[in-house]
């Protein structure tokens, strides 16, 4: 994940990136992997990054929500966590992933979700889409930006 300003233009770009490695596909593996884990390690960066705004950067007025990489990546740690939600440490990260998207929610900041042809809003990370403000999306045939926002 990347945060970045224009502090002439008072916007900040939040780029979060969908897994680039093989990520734990069971309980156990999760635990084993813990903090680097993407589904934790990915929200927790998103939970720093809107405190960081909040409490560093009060001239910032408008958040630029951007993914990058395979949704389908996204997808598979959805899975996983869905699969084994009773699991407690996937409860946890759960919640987590419910308590960021709550900060998101009550920032007072203006969300503009910023969908292209590299975006990987899928699955947890569509809930970004669904929590901006307002969301652009490239229509542009050349590019799989229509098919690349789903559930």
Known sequence: MSLTFDRDRRVATLLVR???AAQPSTPEALVAAGALAWGI???RE???ALLHMRVNEPEIGLVLLRTAGDPEAVLAV???LLEHRAHWLVRE???LQRRV???LDVTARTFYAVVDGGSA???SLLE???????SYMLADPETRSRSRCRR
């Open 18 to 20: 969908a897994p680039r």
């Open 93 to 95: 990260v759960l919640l």
């Open 121 to 123: 809003f899928a699955g």
């Open 41 to 43: 390690a990915a929200w």
């Open 128 to 134: 970004l889409v669904l929590a901006a403000d307002r």
């Open 78 to 80: 959805d899975r996983m």
């Open 101 to 103: 998207l709550k900060r």
């Open 46 to 48: 998103l939970d720093d």
